[in-house]
Structure formats: C-alpha cells, structure tokens
C-alpha cells in the first residue's frame, strides 16, 4: 500500500479530457459552432467593436466547444477515477 503511487489530476495527463475535446471539435460539425455563438450573445462578449472584428468572434465559436469537451471529458474522468476505488 505504502508504495502505491499517487495519481495525478492533470488535464493533460487524462484520456477523458482529450475525448472530450475531440467530441466538442466533432460537435462543430453538427452546430455546435452555433450554440457556442448563441453563448457567446448570451455572455455579451459580443458588443461594439470586439465583435466587429469577426476573425476574433469566430476564432472563439469554434475554440467553445473544443475548451468544454474538453473540461467536461476532464471532469467526468476525475469522477470515474474518484469513484471506482
């Protein structure tokens, strides 16, 4: 038991958090770069002239759902590790 070694919660060191980021990049294909337009208005990070530059809007609608799946993937395999001891 003593020389069990510690596992580490490093998102980039977990399966779960690229899965997860691959899904997000694979929902862009089925509107996810909508939805993540739709938050976007809804945060009012697009207002005056940071939303006139449109390579900037759409860098972040398509960065979304690639940053949460990948959050997400991380969270969810964080909780499968926790619980499965």
């Known amino acids: ?3 069990e070694m510690k ?6 060191k ?7 980021g691959t899904i997000g990049g694979i929902s ?6 909508v939805i993540s337009a739709i938050f ?10 940071f939303c006139a530059d449109s390579s900037v809007t759409g860098l972040l ?5 690639i940053l949460f799946g990948f ?7 964080s ?3 926790r619980f499965r001891r």
Request: glycine share 14%.
């Open 1 to 3: 038991m003593m020389n």
């Open 7 to 12: 596992k580490s919660y490093n998102p980039f």
């Open 14 to 20: 977990m399966w779960g958090s690229y899965l997860g």
């Open 28 to 33: 862009l294909l089925f509107g996810g770069a």
């Open 40 to 49: 976007l208005a809804i945060l009012g990070l697009c207002k005056g002239e």
């Open 61 to 65: 609608t398509l960065f979304l759902p």
């Open 71 to 77: 959050l997400i993937g991380w969270w969810i395999h």
């Open 79 to 81: 909780l499968v590790r």
